[in-house]
């Protein structure tokens, strides 16, 4: 609950005035009876003057009780959506300074849930506490007090009986509240496997697996419902079970009363109020267990926020350092890196210097590290041990502005966004003009499709991007990694879904055309790094040679290796 | 349909399996409701034998009796109760369950354009929120509605039967009070339809964002997409904000009216008594009477108007999973033909295709793949090579012409029939949650653990999976940073190796592995090609040069066509290519 407190501070106006609403809705609540009983006897005694004005003032207390019952739900309604919304925001926020690493964690998928799902039982629960919890406290004491008042011998009975109600609340809130955490474990595992056929789709329909997959998830959902099922029989006992606790207890007052009658004849007057106050606690302590259960799941989902606020981001960027962009050098000095969670590390010792403005090729098997090199330049993890210096800053230490700046990182898969091919390109620079666009295009070879579609830079992307092909993704990706002009760009294979010629002429485009860019190119085809100023060949998460086309071919045998897998069959002349 | 409708529709088709436990429930609960409006006369009894006894004229023994009946009547109240909920429960969360079951199942039944033309997030929040929905509102309001309703209808009987004048001053308010609440639902519908909706996309934009993390970070789009985040939440504030506020305002507005109609009975009473149209006693008598009425009659209208808003997510929730329950589904063709393997060939013939009626991408393609041997396409981007996949798969259907197997048009097989024929490794590999096994052995789940490693060993994906901590049983989350794109990839080869098609499509399947692992691959894939007939979707000629044909596709038409020595004789487009991406010495 502590992480809400700065949020309903930031509506203290609105929860001073809700509960101004509240005070006022529930004295016309508490009063309207008794004005009523008041007009009838009035009426039975005959006095017209006090009919007409308990009247009047019964049709002010309907019109106050409109008004602050309008206004109550006004003033909660903007707290909760408030703190709801605001708290949603700070969470995706966080959640923006995590590290790739983090995200993979929690799961994409459990974080939507949480900023969904989980903000949903959040918002109930304060929409309960401003609309119910505060009033009810106030009508559960004043019929305890007003049961004993009634008659003070048995205020024992009172007692047993709250003690009775207690008991059975807290043993079923404590079960219920152990399985709305595995509620929510079941939501994220449905979550998760919805989330996966729908990447998946293809896969399971060419498989013909649906079946394979419908068992899985109705696993899960049995298992679900095995949790629903007890939460809701324990909510099924709960009320009978008070019932019939306080029918009991009710029963053996009225038997008592009746036993020692002739000592106290005046008793038969206060069984009916007794029972009424009895019954009125009864219905504020199930209101008040209500919203207690409302609140817990709503705390269960405020944990699953607060484990998101917790988390410190791995990578952390140095905010104090300038904004403005790095050189275009990259050092790697004695690099070694280990993913989080795994066991092996996947770059041992890598040392290297590229110096701005060179062409570097990086190549390698399956598996070699080209990839996971490549991301550590753009500090998307950090090196388990070893430094990575760029422009000579060592990376720790840039700010996370600047290193976008320089970095430009052209991912393998290429991932765009729905929105327009313009919007997309954008991400690249914010600002860019039509002129950038166009001349980002034409480097990447995307001009031409592009064209081709009635609102050319307008058009929209779909989701998953399904309207384009691969080679169409990858050009687009490359566009929106060049339109910056950042120092640095890193291709990770990403022309890889292009054919040949178009792939070729990106290459030649980028050569001539960035020439002052640093340009790290990971390629399968050594064709497309033969120009190249400098080869690294890794082999096992080693640098195992590094030169150029011609020096490798005469000094690396791994290199040897995988130009023999690329040559042509034939010589040129013969062709 | 109307909204209201497709909402009942939906909620009828999965509470109708339940009617019997619906049925005992509710009589269950009629039984309390009736129980609880008597139970005060019986405590009214007691209290009458027991004054009677103050009085001198009975005894304790008649005062036991009464007590004892309303005790055992109490206790039979609140065995009713729970014997009703649990029953309440239990086929509600059943109910729930086939709900989610259902539309799982529908998911998997429904055509591949649904899914490239709907976001996942959107999707995802009917599991997510619209399910949540309704099962609150069933478990909260079912008894709620049918116990108001007959306190309601029971009031309204009893009052009219008393005094017809006064009951008709209870009731007067009522079109007034109808009048309100219907218009304020209606906003209030708008709004709370709206929130949903708006709630759904900012479930889309969080999805997409989080599954595209890699590309915020490095592209330095945070900021960005945290602004992008604030305009989609302030929507769905606004939107919440609305919709919670006026389903919020209809109680306090109703019960407040029910203050008003006090004054209003009392009002006629009063005139009654002046006009003479009852004596003083009797009509004080009836007005007293008729002031409880009012409020027995007004505590329906009050309770039910708490639990609007629940009610009403609850109907949007049926309505937007009717929807979905309503999508066109893929045809499985259940009586169609059935095909074992490849006898003759597999033809395009003259294919015209385009995924919107406005654009046609495939102008009249025509491919034969005959029997045994290996087909390969390629050609620039763009030209419909992956389209072509699509077809022969059935994820989509083509405009005019026909994919034949065997002369056998694929939409007269058996849609089980043809896909099992057909393998693919698609472009994109993806793993499922679950052990490396489960994943390599998904097309065939009852497949052995050494035909696991044999399929593995053939895709030279086995020495990789000895690498990891717990080799075959190493489990894939989401995420799946222990895998490469290349080992995914040999991961769906393994895949698709195993399952053994007649006929076998890579739809580009070689681009992301390195060109060491793809020529060890192109050897396994020669084997498994060998015998086979298959398609090949790549652009690394390399691959494909062994090819029994090769097939060269432009702008959705094929230019040439022929085995790598023709089309290099040709000097034409394929020559082209071939010069540009391969090292000469």
Redesign the interface.
Known sequence: MKILLPYFKRYKKDVFLTLITIVF?AF?TLY?PRL?QQ??NE??A?QQQA?IRD??I??G???L??I???L???Y???I???V??DL??DT??K???F??AN??QF???S???R???DM?QI?NMI?TIF?QLIRMPLILIGSIIMAIVTIPRYWWAVVVLLALIMGLGVVAVKQITAMFDRFQMY?DK?????????????????????P???AK??KD??E??EV??KV??W???I???A??IS??V??LV??L???S??QH?QD?SV??PY?NYVLTMLFAILLVGMAVMQISRGNVSLRRIQEIMDTQPDVVFNEKAPEDALGGSIEFDDVSFT?P????PVLKHISFAVAPGQMVGI??????GK?TLAQLI?R?YDPTTGKIKIGGSDLRQVN??A???T???V???A?L??GTIADNLR??K?DATSYELERAAQMAQASE?IQRYDETFDHEV???S??L????KQ?LSIA??IIAGSPILILD?ST?????????LVQETLEKQLPDTTKIMIA????SV?HADKILVLDNGRLVAEGTHEELLKTSPVYQ???K????????EE? | MSDKQKSLTYLTKYLKNYKKPILISVAFYLIVTIAQVIAPSL?GQ??TN??A??KGHGS?GV??QA?AW??GF??F???A??IA??M???F???A??DM??GL??K???MT?RY???????Q???L???DL?NI?NAL?NAFFEIISQSLLFVGTIIVMFVINWKLALSVVATTPLILLLSWIIMKKAHVYLDNQQDR?GE???Y?????????????????????AG??KE??K??EA??KG??YS??L???V??????N??IV??T??YMIMTKQVS?AAG?GL??TF?EYSWTYFQPLTQVTSIYSMLQLALTGARRLETVEEQEE?NTVPDGKTISGVNDAVRLEDVHFG?TPDKEILHGVSIEVPKGQSVAV?????SG??TIMNLI?R?YDVNSGAVTFDGVDVRDLKL?NL??N???V???S?L??GTVADNIR??K?EASMDEVIAAAKEAQLHD?VM?L?EQYDTPI???Q??F????KQ?L?IA?TIL?DPAFLILD?AT?????????KIQKAMDNVIAGRTSFVIA????TI?NSDKIVVLKDGQVIEEGP?ADL?KKRGFY???????????
């Not at chain 2, 390629?378 to 763009?382: C, L, N, Q, R, S």
């Not at chain 2, 681009?511 to 020529?519: L, P």
């Open positions: 809705s016309a309207q009523l007009v009838q009426l039975l005959d009919v009247t009047a019964l049709i207390l309907g019109l009780s409109i602050t019952g309008v109550n739900v006004y909660a309604s903007r909760t959506q408030g709801v919304s949603r925001e995706y926020a959640i923006q300074t590290s790739l995200v993979q799961s994409s998928e974080l939507s849930v900023l969904i799902n949903q918002m929409m609309m939501m449905i979550s998760g496997r919805t989330g996966e056929f729908l990447q998946g789709v293809r896969v399971v329909k060419s498989f013909n697996q649906s394979q997959e419908i998830l109705n959902s049995d679900l419902n629903n099922i809701g029989y909510f099924s006992t009320l009978p079970g019932q019939l029918y009991l009710i029963s009225v038997y009363i009746g036993t009658i002739l004849p038969i069984i009916t029972v993913y969670d795994g066991q092996q190549v390698g098997a399956t598996g070699s990839s753009a998307l996370e502005k290193l976008r700046k970095v430009s990182y991912l393998q898969k991932v966004f729905s991400q690249g914010k499709f779909e989701e998953r399904a309207n092909s691969g080679g169409q050009r929106r990694g294979d890889s879904a292009l054919d040949a010629e178009s792939e070729k399968e085809k050594i064709v033969m290796e995988i130009y897998t690329q040559k042509a069959k034939e010589r040129k062709l | 405590l007691t209290v027991l004054s006894f103050v304790l005062f036991y007590l309303m005790a109490y206790a109240n609140s065995v109760t729970y909920w649990m309440m429960t239990r509600n969360a059943n729930n369950n989610r079951k799982f199942g998911l998997q039944r591949i899914f490239d033309t709907h976001q996942d997030g999707i995802l929040s599991f997510n929120s949540d099962f478990n709630v900012l479930n889309a969080i999805n997409e964002q989080l599954n595209g993390e890699n590309v915020i970070i490095t592209q330095g789009l945070r900021d960005q997409s945290v985040f604030k939440n302030a769905v504030r919440m904000f919670q506020f919020g305002i109680n306090p507005l019960s407040g009216f029910s203050l008003l006090f004054a009392i009002a009473g009063a003083q004080l007005i007293v002031t893929e995924y390629v050609g620039p981007t763009g090579k992956t798969n994820f089980e896909r099992s057909v393998g693919i698609l472009q994109d993806v499922f949650s998904y097309g789940p990789f690498t901590p989350e989401n995420g940073d222990n490469s794109t290349g080992q040999l769906s895949r399952v580009e681009s992301n592995v390195d060109t060491v692992t793809e020529e652009h690394r000629l390399k040069l790598h290099i020559y082209q290519l071939y010069t540009s991406q391969m090292a000469f010495e």
